[in-house]
């Protein structure tokens, strides 16, 4: 990276008052205690004493002292020389112009209030290893560890050197760091590893490298880029970037690494230093694998969410163009019911009676009616998703292979039912028989389990997937590398690390 990072305008500010302090501020740093008034008690003249509670206060509040009290804001002029009584600050500041004097005083201000110069031990050593500890562990901008090392030594009172000198620590500790986190990554993969992480950046006839296409995420919600999406995981999972040991380095560096890499052209990192190149390519596999799969599972939650209310909404249009004969048959049934229900003759045979009003053939065409159109409240209408089929059958046979799924125990079934399904895979007449059934609940069952006994598969394929779908959003069933499909239980803390946190943590939640 530059050494030289700093904007002008911040460059300008450093160590100087860029607005006016608030008042908890003044209160905070130009607040003079009864040490402070003792101290101001040797000098007799008012310039002298407004000027050195002046260097004392600034110092406390920038860390450095004031070369020209000129630039100091009047409300802290004002909030120091009303503690001192001192009428006219102004023209005291006007005397107080001797450099020998003001040098005298930081002197004094040092050694009465335990300040240090900036290259002076053990301090200057901890910054740098703090610099280098925040670079290595966070990779954050410089200009964030340039105002963390401000703050570092002004809580530690330590006098801020030059901007320049600052700037060119924040750069070191940070070329270290990312050079450490290019020699680990570099030499994690083989050489078989570094090949094939090589090929990724080959320009090909249409201008495009395989890294370019890796890190293209699905953009539409069809079988078709679901299939793309999980082809493109298995891509990235041959270049075995999961199997490297990379427990060493923060995962927050190789997030960066491959938000680079995920942005930056094929060619500009082509033209890197090996090792830098190699680290850059090991961090996209990680990460990205992890990424690919996140979006494989959420283009088949959204497709099949889809699939689902693309049938419901079809089944309800055609229920729409029934409601006539649905009312018709209602009508009928009605005038059945209340002949039923009304009050008559107990010698008189109600069921003649109700054939003479509504004939019997009539009264069961009205039943049938109804039992063919009549909908349960939460019915999936099947017909209209059996028609979708094709789109399952053409992503399904990826799916399976492609995906690993782990799951809690109570969602063993599920895991078992996906087996099976990977199993029959490519036959075309399946043992249905040995189906595990213990996924097939609810509404599912009559439409699963024909009236013969015999399992539908077009109907237990949709059942697993819906039950699939639905154990995912519960957590459940999980994946592993992921961000958004993980095991919830995987961060939290367990072993001898969970044994000796659990006093504090069962005190904590006790209070």
């Not at 008052?17 to 003044?26: D, G, H």
């Not at 997030?255 to 961090?283: G, S």
């Not at 163009?321 to 008559?344: I, V």
């Amino acid at each position: 990276m530059p050494v030289e990072f700093l904007p002008a305008a911040v460059r300008s500010q450093f160590g100087h008052f860029v607005e006016a302090p608030s008042p908890m501020q003044l209160a905070h740093h130009f607040h003079l205690d009864g040490a402070d008034r003792e101290r101001l008690a040797q000098y007799r003249s008012d310039h002298n004493r407004l000027g050195y509670a002046l260097q004392l206060g600034t110092v406390r509040f920038l860390g450095t002292f004031a070369t020209d009290l000129a630039e100091v804001p009047d409300s802290v002029v004002w909030y120091v020389s009303d503690q001192l009584e001192i009428a006219d600050p102004v023209a005291c500041l006007r005397l107080y112009a001797n450099v020998d004097t003001q040098r005298r005083h930081a002197r004094d201000i040092r050694e009465a209030y335990g300040y240090h110069q900036f290259h002076e031990q053990p301090y200057h050593f901890t910054l740098t290893r703090w610099l280098l500890a925040r670079a290595w562990l966070g990779g954050e901008r410089p200009i964030v560890l340039f105002d963390g090392a401000t703050g570092w030594l002004v809580e530690r009172k330590v006098l801020l050197p030059g901007a320049s000198v600052l700037e060119r620590l924040v750069a070191r500790a940070r070329s270290r760091a990312d050079t450490r986190v290019w020699r680990l990554l570099s030499a994690a993969p083989d050489a078989d590893q570094k090949a094939r992480l090589k090929l990724l950046l080959k320009i090909d006839d249409t201008g495009q490298s395989k890294l370019d296409t890796l890190r293209r995420a699905p953009r539409r919600l069809s079988s078709r880029e679901l299939v793309r999406a999980l082809n493109r995981l298995t891509e990235i999972r041959t270049l075995g970037a999961s199997a490297l040991d990379l427990n060493r380095i923060p995962a927050r560096r190789i997030r960066m690494l491959a938000r680079y890499a995920a942005a930056a052209r094929a060619q500009a990192i082509a033209r890197m230093p090996e090792e830098h190149q190699i680290a850059t390519l090991v961090a996209f596999a990680r990460e990205y694998e992890v990424l690919a799969q996140d979006d494989a599972l959420d283009l088949f939650d959204l497709l099949l969410a889809k699939l689902l209310n693309e049938a419901r909404d079809d089944g309800q249009r055609e229920r729409l163009k029934t409601l006539g004969d649905l009312d018709e048959a209602a009508m009928t049934l009605a005038r059945a019911c209340q002949m039923l229900l009304g009050e008559g003759d107990e010698t008189t045979d109600i069921r003649e009676a109700i054939f003479a009003q509504v004939p019997r053939d009539e009264l069961l065409g009205a039943l049938e009616t109804v039992d063919a159109i009549s909908r349960p409240q939460d019915d999936l209408y099947y017909d209209q998703l059996a028609e979708r089929y094709r789109t399952v059958r053409h992503f399904l046979p990826t799916f399976l292979k492609a995906l690993q799924f782990e799951s809690v125990d109570t969602a063993r079934g599920v895991i078992r039912a996906l087996d099976f399904l990977a199993s029959i895979e490519g036959k075309r007449a399946p043992d249905m028989g040995k189906a595990p059934l213990g996924v097939v609940t609810g509404r599912w069952r009559p439409l699963v389990i024909r009236p013969d006994g015999q399992v539908d598969r077009t109907a237990y394929t949709f059942c697993v997937l819906d039950q699939l779908r639905a154990h995912l959003r519960r957590r459940d069933v999980f994946v592993s590398p992921s961000y958004r499909w993980i095991d919830p239980r995987a961060k939290l803390l367990s072993g001898k690390q969970w044994e000796s946190l659990r006093p504090s943590i069962c005190r904590s939640c006790l209070r």
